[in-house]
């Protein structure tokens, strides 16, 4: 997704394989695949161009870390935020970062 906000759009797949670090070790049908599972979720909206399909984000990078963090606690934590908060903190926190933990959640209003 990085590549796609990060470069002009419409993009395609091989375009966005030439943007990727490494690319010896990247196929096609693989990348294809990957984005047409992110078309699939939402995050990306195409069109036909001739043969070639070019992808476009439908959603902003803040709204695809929230739309991914909350997938993550959703299938590790069972949904339970207190869950991820608490492995998280598991290890001493610090006074200033439970400090600004807790001015995060009273702005919140949690």
């Known amino acids: 997704m990085n590549i796609i906000w990060h470069n002009e759009q419409p993009i395609t797949v091989s375009a966005i394989i030439g943007l990727m670090p490494d690319t010896k070790s990247r196929k096609y049908t693989t990348i ?15 069109r036909k161009s001739g043969a070639v399909n070019e ?32 492995a998280l903190c598991s290890d001493k926190l610090s ?16």
């Open 55 to 86: 992808y476009f984000a439908a959603i902003s990078e803040d709204e695809f870390r929230r739309a991914e963090a909350r997938d993550f606690v959703d299938s590790v934590y069972n949904g339970s935020s207190k869950g991820l908060i608490a």
């Open 95 to 110: 006074d200033d970062d439970f400090n600004e933990l807790m001015e995060w959640i009273e702005g919140k209003n949690i």
């Open 32 to 46: 294809a695949t990957f984005v047409n599972r992110l078309k699939d979720k939402g995050f990306l909206t195409s």
